[in-house]
Structure formats: C-alpha cells, structure tokens
C-alpha cells in the first residue's frame, strides 16, 4: 500500500499555508487528495465537500451546491480546489455497450452529474478563490477525447465527460482574462482501484488510490498558468481534446 511520509512537501508552487478543498472528499480518490494534502506541511488546512459533511449536496441540484458553497466562504479563500466527484453507474445503469442501449433518462443523468454539476460548482467556487496563483482541477477520463476514441461504446459516460472538458476549457478562456495566474485542468487519474472501476477492472490491474492522488498532484504542481485548460494523465502527458 502506497503512503505518504507525515509533512512531506506535495505542492511547492503554491504559497505556504495554502487552503485546499476537495470535493466529492469521501470517495476512493477523494480521500485520497485529503490524505496527500494533509501530509503536505505547505498546507494550513483542507475543506471537505461531500454528501457526508454536507448532507443535502446533490450535483443534480443546484441550490445544494449554492447552499454548500456559501457554507464554506469562511474556510477560504482557496488556493487549490481539487473537484474528484463522478460516476460511471448511475441508478444501476452502467455504460452502453452499443447504441441500441442509450436511453435519454440515463444519458440526462449522466450530463447531469458529470458535467453539469461540477460546472455549477466551478460558477459557485470563482468568488471563493484566492489571488496570485491557484488551481483549480478536475477529474475527468481519458474516454472523454473526442480524438482518442477508437473503440466506441459508453456512449452516455464518454458524451457527459466530453462535454465537461469543452466546460472546463470555455471556463478557463474566460477566467483567465481576469485571473491570470489561475490553473484549470482536466484530469485522467488512470484505473484507480475503486468501487467505481471494480465491475469494469481487477485489482492487479489498477493502482491505488494514494498512488493516483500524489502523482496528479506533483502534476498540477507543475502546471504554469496558461489561457485555457489543460487535459493531463497521471504521468503528466497531454491528452487530445
């Protein structure tokens, strides 16, 4: 099991005594980030965001992620926002393997918690981020590339995420007119071993969540600020829109 030395410095790029929130914080890689920034000795505290702490946060309702925001103003200004929510089974609907499967309901709910809600949550968290640098990261999926799909299929989770990172990339063309020293990045974390990848992947053929967490994040340390946003692996590559 891969851990972290008590106080060793994770992210050298932002300043000392950061703040830090994670949200979607009690999932596998959540709480992986919460465990890697709370070992980072640059970092003064981390705000969990979770239907645990907040119960009511729901990603499909857009007051709750108003509501648990504005919870929050008192724990920031933040320096890093670390967005690890998603799902890829939905009300026990998994990705359809061909087209004669897609139903509207479940391709709805699949925008719904994997693009619309994080991008509300991104409009809600702008006023709530600190000055100079910061980043601002979200997991996303290598199924998402428009230009990396060869094999089809998953056609509701592959849709939802693409239409998150042309989100996240609008978003960051335009905050970076008046922010620019902010990070936006799309993240591909890779085949955590988690309850999410368990039914698609064997353990052997995963790494863990620790593991993931601590290289996206030496990854986004090393991000200089740009206009528009990044879509990098685990190992730092860049992966097509």
């Known amino acids: 099991m891969f851990t972290l030395p008590p106080s060793s410095p994770t992210l050298l790029t932002l300043p000392l005594g950061y703040r830090a929130l994670v949200i979607g914080a009690s999932g596998a890689i959540g709480s992986a980030f919460v465990r890697a920034l709370r070992a980072d000795s640059r970092c003064a505290t981390v705000t969990e965001l979770s239907r645990s702490t907040h119960p009511g946060f729901a990603l499909e309702d857009g007051a709750s992620i108003a509501t648990a925001v504005a919870s929050l103003s008192s724990q920031g200004p933040f320096h890093l926002v670390i967005d690890a929510t998603g799902a890829l089974v939905i009300d026990g609907v998994g990705p359809e393997k061909q087209l004669g499967a897609v139903r509207a309901d479940s391709l709805a709910r699949q925008f719904a918690v994997n693009a619309t809600g994080p991008v509300l949550l991104l409009q809600a968290l702008v006023p709530n981020l600190a000055s100079g640098r910061v980043i601002y990261a979200k997991l996303s999926a290598r199924v998402g590339s428009v230009a990396d799909n060869r094999k ?19 978003a960051a063309l335009e905050l970076a007119m008046r922010r620019p020293e902010l990070v936006v990045a799309a993240l591909q974390p890779g085949t955590v071993a988690s309850k999410l990848s368990a039914p698609f992947v064997s353990a052997e053929h995963a790494i863990t969540a620790d593991e993931a967490a601590q290289a996206l994040l030496q990854v986004l340390d090393g991000l200089p600020a740009q206009r528009g946003a990044y879509f990098r692996d685990s190992r730092g590559e860049n992966i097509p829109w």
């Open 152 to 170: 089809g299929g998953w056609y509701a989770y592959r849709a939802a995420k693409a239409a998150l990172n042309m989100l996240l990339q609008t």
